[in-house]
């Protein structure tokens, strides 16, 4: 019986550090790209080119002034926050809207209309591109924040409405059935009632699509061809191509563009855990 239990505990510690070395090695390769640029910015030429892996022991921010000035920073800023902000709240609040009829309210072809909004999420990005392209430009929209708000609320619809949907349906339908008895309309109960409870799915789905509207290229680049629309990420991801393959300017632009949407997670990461859990514990 004590080797019984011996051979237990230390296969329970051998299991234990098992997993604590896969995630040890996954957490080291997930960072070290993020360390490298980081360290990468901070060296000169000269300095790169000895010793491009080490950290530089005499760091130097004069590649951020250069990716300030030539980055046109202001009005790449004001963007990406109006592209990303505008298309983050339109997927808010029409996944809140479609989320709620999906789970609370009782209509024909119901889950049907659930299945085929939730189901583009298996439909590759690229393969509808042509036709994106084609709706927005007849309806004008090219090269106009207008229209890359749009196409990323279209494209971020499918997942915030399965988030807000899975936290929708924990919420007891006696609520909504009460407050109805109250003299409730559906837009109060939505708002006043089913809103507030589901507010970790809302953030969740916030930050998730800030991240995501943020970093993206491939919209952008699609939609975006003026320089006075054209988006933070995308101006970086020119840098090699307009000013020569100078990797410290290029790393100083990347981590400018990483600061705030890491911002934004750090200071919504609590609220973000608790949306992407719901419905795993009943």
Known sequence: MAKSNLFYRLSG????????????????????PVFYTLTASLKTRKGFADDPF??????????????????????????SLVTTAGGVI??????????????KLRFPGQ??????????????????MYPLYQTVYSMGLINTHIGLILAFGAFGLPLGTYL??????????????????????HFQI??????????P???????????????????PLLLVNGQDSQTLMVAISLFRGQYDVFVPLISAGLIIGMLPVISIYLAAQTQLIKGLTAGAVK
């Open 90 to 103: 339109l997927v808010t609040i029409v996944s809140v809207m479609v989320a709620y009829a999906v789970t």
């Open 201 to 219: 799915a809302v953030v969740s789905v916030g930050i998730l699509n800030s991240v995501w509207m943020w970093n993206d290229l491939l919209l």
């Open 111 to 128: 889950n049907i209309v659930f299945l085929v909004i939730v189901g583009t999420l298996m439909i590759p990005n690229q393969t509808v």
């Open 13 to 32: 510690w051998a299991n234990k550090a098992g997993i604590s070395l896969v995630l040890s090695i996954y957490a080291v390769i997930a960072i070290y």
């Open 190 to 199: 939505l708002w006043r009632v089913m809103l507030p409870i589901a507010m």
């Open 164 to 185: 807000i949907s899975a936290y929708f349906k924990s919420v007891p339908t006696e609520l909504v059935e009460a407050a109805v008895v109250d003299g409730a309309n």
């Open 54 to 79: 080490n950290i530089p022991l005499d760091p130097t921010f004069s590649n951020y002034e250069a990716a300030f000035g030539r980055l046109h920073l202001e009005r790449l800023l004001f963007n």
